[in-house]
């Protein structure tokens, strides 16, 4: 069964702190892996777009890298204000979302 | 750019009567809409995709008949929720597909919190 899956499902960091979300996938014929930024009781907030990999983006504090299996959203010196859900999702004949993972930034 | 908007934001019905959700791409063309509902602390569960012009694709499982939904135009997308229920209270949020550049990626509207009493 197609699959994607994030970890860890909820993460408490200190501010400055950096760190890495995990989103794997199993499925086949990847077009596109996407992650999100969610807040509480909003839409998510789009964030990158990787298509093959060795891919990367950065986009301030947060760098998305892509392989055959997995992604990473590493997050450098993270403020609290980076504090939120982050959903990864993947596009192959549909796009699947992720559960996400929650994270807490500790002033 | 790439600014979804979603009306109401939140909305309270009884059980029984319809809800009608509005969701608008502002500054882009939609060929594509979604419309997604989400339970506290789940992800995003698919419910529909629709083309402008064209009936939806509703995912398994989901009603057909108690989620009607219209995108009569490229900016505009309804979704109403027929005979609402208890059971029907979630969080529904829209995305919509820039139809004007080759991409996938899909951008939020705000989400809309609806409760059936």
């Known amino acids: 069964e197609d699959q994607v899956t994030q970890s860890p499902e909820a993460l408490r960091l200190q501010e400055g702190e950096s760190s890495s979300l995990n989103c794997s996938y199993t499925?086949?014929?990847?077009?596109?892996l996407f992650w999100y930024r969610q807040d509480p009781g909003k839409g998510p907030e789009f964030l990158f777009t990787l298509y093959s990999a060795g891919e990367e983006k950065e986009k301030e504090r947060l760098k998305a890298t892509l392989t055959k299996k997995e992604s990473f959203l590493h997050i450098t010196a993270p403020k609290p204000e980076d504090s939120a859900t982050y959903l990864c999702?993947?596009?192959?004949?549909?796009?699947?979302f992720g559960k996400g993972t929650r994270l807490h930034i500790l002033p | 750019g790439a600014v979804v908007s979603q009306h109401p934001s939140w909305v309270i019905c009884k059980s029984g009567t319809s809800v009608k959700i509005e969701c608008r791409s502002l500054d882009f063309q939609a060929t594509t809409m979604f419309w997604y509902r989400q339970f506290p602390k789940q992800s995003l569960m698919l419910m529909a995709t629709?083309?402008?012009?064209?009936?939806?694709?509703?995912e398994q499982g989901v009603e057909k008949d108690k989620f009607l939904i219209n995108h009569a135009s490229l900016t505009l997308s309804t979704l109403t929720v027929t005979s609402a229920h208890p059971e029907d209270s979630s969080f529904y949020i829209c995305?919509?597909?820039?139809?004007?550049?080759?991409?996938?990626?899909?951008?939020f509207g705000p989400g809309t919190r609806l409760t059936v009493t």
């Open positions: 995305s919509a597909r820039d139809g004007t550049v080759i991409s996938y990626e899909q951008y």
């Open positions: 629709s083309n402008e012009g064209s009936k939806a694709t509703y």
């Open positions: 499925v086949s014929g990847l077009r596109g």
């Open positions: 999702a993947v596009h192959y004949d549909k796009i699947i």
